[in-house]
């Protein structure tokens, strides 16, 4: 079984710092690695992907994360953060050879002005 | 259109009451996901619609639940005799095809809210 774990229900960090949030998986097999973000009564919106090459994804919104295969590990990281990436964020996983993603339970990011 | 679409965006029902849950997916996506986001719960995988195979309903909590998809573009999801335990944010995904299920887009959900 595959399974998508965020230890952090909430992350706090000071605008202009730099922000991460972490997400770990478990799966058989080489793993297709996603962040998702949730504005408030918005629906999902796809960040960035891992699929296969550099360990070091560029997504939307100056967001990157870094896919660390001997600690099953892709956290999401931004050099810089702003109030407006104050929202929930979502790691999932898709295993190859399935279809149907699963996500991490979420993390809180509140970027304090 | 220019996005999943979902309706109604809220939905407040009594226990016992039945709901029709409407998705309409990215015009010519073949692959439709439902999932559902409970408070705590993350988001959990119910059905997966692709082309006209017989969709994958693995993830579906009970038999009260059920989905179709017509005409290979639509899906409705029904909960029959809801319970206070499936209020839940409801949400539809598509996709070009199952080879790119990575490249879901998410509609903006149904707060379903059974009192």
């Known amino acids: 079984a595959q399974s998508v774990a965020q230890p952090e229900d909430q992350v706090n960090v000071a605008e202009g710092n730099p922000l991460t949030v972490k997400c770990t998986y478990s799966?058989?097999?080489?793993?297709?690695l996603f962040w998702y973000v949730q504005y408030p009564n918005r629906g999902l919106q796809f960040l960035l992907k891992?699929?296969?090459?550099?360990?070091l994804v560029k997504g939307s919104y100056g967001f990157e994360a870094e896919f660390n295969k001997s600690q099953t590990s892709f956290h999401l990281k931004k050099p810089s953060a702003l109030v407006s990436d104050s929202a929930l964020y979502f790691c999932?996983?898709?295993?190859?050879?399935?279809?149907?993603?699963?996500f991490g339970k979420g993390t809180k990011l509140s970027v304090i002005p | 259109g220019a996005g999943v679409s979902q309706s109604p965006s809220n939905k407040v029902t009594e226990k016992g009451k039945d709901v029709e849950l409407r998705c309409d997916p990215i015009?010519?996506?073949?692959?439709l996901y439902w999932y559902r986001q409970s408070l705590g719960q993350g988001l959990e995988f119910l059905i997966y619609?692709?082309?006209?195979?017989?969709?994958?309903k693995s993830g579906l909590p009970s038999d009260r639940f059920s989905a179709e998809r017509t005409g290979g573009s639509v899906s409705t999801l029904t909960i029959q005799r809801t319970q206070q335990e499936d209020s839940a944010v409801y949400l539809c995904?598509?996709?070009?095809?199952?080879?790119?299920?990575?490249?879901?887009?998410f509609g903006p959900g149904t707060r379903l809210t059974v009192t």
């Open positions: 995904a598509s996709s070009f095809d199952k080879d790119r299920a990575y490249e879901q887009y």
């Open positions: 799966v058989s097999g080489n793993p297709y």
């Open positions: 891992y699929i296969t090459g550099d360990n």
């Open positions: 999932a996983l898709r295993g190859a050879g399935s279809y149907q993603l699963t």
């Open positions: 015009s010519g996506h073949t692959a």
């Open positions: 619609f692709q082309g006209n195979s017989a969709p994958d």
